[in-house]
Structure formats: C-alpha cells, structure tokens
C-alpha cells in the first residue's frame, strides 16, 4: 500500500503530552520524536499516540524507533542516515511500515533513494537553533535541486521555516514544511499552530 504524502503543514513533536495538544486542532500529519526516554515509555508514548491519530484521521510518523513503530502496528517511520544505516529494511517493510528519510548531502540523497523512501527531507533550509547542525542553511535553491532530482516523490523541507518563509518554500518545490520551534516556542503554541493550519487551507482549500 502506498503510504500517503505528508499534509503541507507538519508538526514534530516531543512527546505524548505535546501530541495530545496538538492533534485534536486538525492536523493531519505529526511526528513523534522522542529523545533521552527510558526504552519501556517510549513503547507506552508510541502505542497511545497511534491510537489518538487514528481516532482524529492524523498520520502518525515515528521518528527512529522502527522497532517500537512495529510493534504498535504504526504506518509510518522517519529514520536519520545514522538510524538507516543500521535498520532493518526487511522487517520494517514486511510491517508494511513506509520510511520517510533525511537528507543533508548529494551522497544522502543517493543513499536514501536507494532505501525507496516515500518521502525524502532536505534540511536545515534555513538557520535553527534548536540543536547543533553540522550542516549549513540549505537554501531555496536546494529545494529546487532535490526536487528535480526526486521527481514525483514528495520533498518535504525542515529548518528554521515560519509563516513568513513558507510559500517561498513551497514555491521553489517543496511538498510540506516541518515545523517544531515556531510553535514549541510560541507563548501560545495551539494559537501559532492554528494559524499554520489556517494557512495550509489557503494554498489547498
């Protein structure tokens, strides 16, 4: 089954907590990254989390835990090119479980279409500070480079993207835009979130 494309607006976020805010607002795809979690409440945030986005019509995406993914019967993972390296594609494909990948470089991009990704990211797009890149700012021009290069496979950008950046993103080809600090730092983050999903609406009623 082909997994479907990610909504033009998509959240990620840290925890259950933030996930149980966010989703009943509308959203339609989120991610589910957690970091520095004790393995069995990991498991435990994955499990509720796919039982909240399928009760509000949201795609679930979880980030890295392929195994947790698996076995909470999830639809859908995001791996890192460190967590690719050492996945198991088989047992993760057998799961009927669709791979999102990131992307930095020519030889990632490489990398991950060879894995037969259903989405390719391409970040920093612009400078972030919500944790230490290796990378440079990719810029527009990437954006239109990478999707040339992927053709009809949904390019979704992630990076220092705001309301004010995104249609220049999304005009110069990308499909979606993941957003974590614009709202995680917001003093009214369902607020800044409904206004993402107000503009999401614009560009496709």
Partial sequence: MTAPPPALFYPIV???????????????????????????????????????CRAHGCDLIINDDW???IDARAALVHLGQEDLATADLAAIRRAGISIGIST????????ALAADP????LGPIYETKLKAMQWAPQGLDKIATWKRRIGSLPLVAIGGITPERAPDVIAAGADSVVVITDFITSPHPEARVSLWLDWARKVIP
Avoid: F
């Fill in 14 to 52: 840290p925890d259950i907590t933030w996930l149980k805010r966010l989703v009943p607002l509308g959203i339609k795809t989120v991610q589910l990254r957690i970091k520095d979690t004790p393995q069995e409440s990991v498991r435990a945030q994955v499990n509720e989390a796919v039982a909240i």
């Fill in 104 to 111: 930095h470089s020519e030889d990632e991009l490489e990398t």
């Fill in 67 to 69: 195994q947790a993914a």
């Fill in 118 to 121: 259903y989405y390719v990211a």
